[in-house]
């Protein structure tokens, strides 16, 4: 069995950061220890909320912990996703390092978390400059969306052509893959949900359907999709079968929540799909 240990928000109510992606990559056979960067009572979209972010000394010193019983090089993948202060990065990227001197097979998966599409870069001051400038560099694995994608490139990013050369710039910058969770309007067909994944290997792209909320669009898909492909990865799948596993898996957790009439996705209910969706989305070398 993989561990993986995922350093990233926790909300009580609904489906965000870890509890986003936790469930769905244990269903998938992996073992996930949560590691929370925040605990509110629910994700911010909803405008308000309750809660703390976690001091940045909590995140060494559970590695720490983990490191003291023995454990921590059992650890095969560290996901990072939404970090509520800047300083937290830092000490993320710490527990990285020593998480890789145990084991140095292990995969640094960043999610790179700073806004939507649709409300621009939302997290706090000086995390957006520390995904930039810190933690691309170390990181296996990248998964912006579009709002990420200009903002870890500092190109703009207005059609699919120049969506193509900033993922290829961030092949340069470190990280062996690039999966970028959503296209959002830039991709080839504005009526589609769009994803690409990037390797030295080549590009691939996949389209699947957008879905219509009777609310608005639920949070955390990003989140999800993060730990769906890394379960993936880890249990053996190739790139590819990786990256269409997971838009399929995804999609069906989209149609789910739609038919629900429900804001918060439908982990739950939804979650034989994540196993095995019956969606049949195929990628397409593109580059």
Not at 47 to 58: A, D, F, S, Y
Request: glycine residues 8%.
């Amino acid at each position: 069995m993989k561990n993986v240990l995922s350093i990233q928000s926790h909300v009580v109510y609904g489906y965000a950061g870890n509890k986003a992606a936790v469930f769905p990559m244990q269903l998938l056979g992996v073992d996930t220890w949560a590691l929370n960067t925040v605990q509110f009572s629910n994700h911010t979209q909803y405008g308000k909320w309750k809660g703390m972010v976690i001091p940045k000394e909590q995140i060494g010193e559970i590695t720490q912990g983990i490191d003291e019983i023995d454990a921590l090089h059992e650890c095969d993948a560290v996901l990072s996703g939404y970090i509520g202060a800047a300083e937290q990065g830092d000490e993320i990227l710490k527990a990285v390092a020593n998480i890789k001197a145990k084991n140095p097979n292990t995969i640094y998966f960043c999610d790179p978390v700073m806004g939507h599409p649709d409300k621009g870069c939302i997290v706090a001051d000086g995390v957006a400059e520390f995904l930039r400038d810190q933690a691309m560099a170390q990181a296996d694995i990248i998964a912006p969306n579009l709002v990420e994608l200009r903002e870890l490139t500092g190109l703009e990013v207005g059609n699919f052509e120049q969506a193509l050369a900033a993922i290829k710039f961030i092949l340069t910058k470190g990280p062996k893959r690039v999966l970028v969770k959503h296209l959002s309007k830039v991709g080839q067909d504005p009526a589609k949900f769009e994803m690409v994944l990037a390797t030295q290997a080549g590009i691939w792209h996949i389209s699947r359907p957008l879905h219509e909320f009777k609310a608005k669009d639920p949070v955390g898909v990003g989140d999800l999709t993060s730990g769906v492909f890394l379960a993936n990865l880890l249990n053996g799948k190739s790139d590819i079968e990786a990256f269409e596993h997971t838009a399929n898996a995804v999609n069906d957790v989209m149609s789910v929540t739609a038919e629900s009439g429900k804001y918060e996705l439908q982990i739950i209910k939804a979650r034989e799909f994540i196993i095995n969706p019956i969606s049949q989305y195929k990628a397409i070398k593109i580059a």
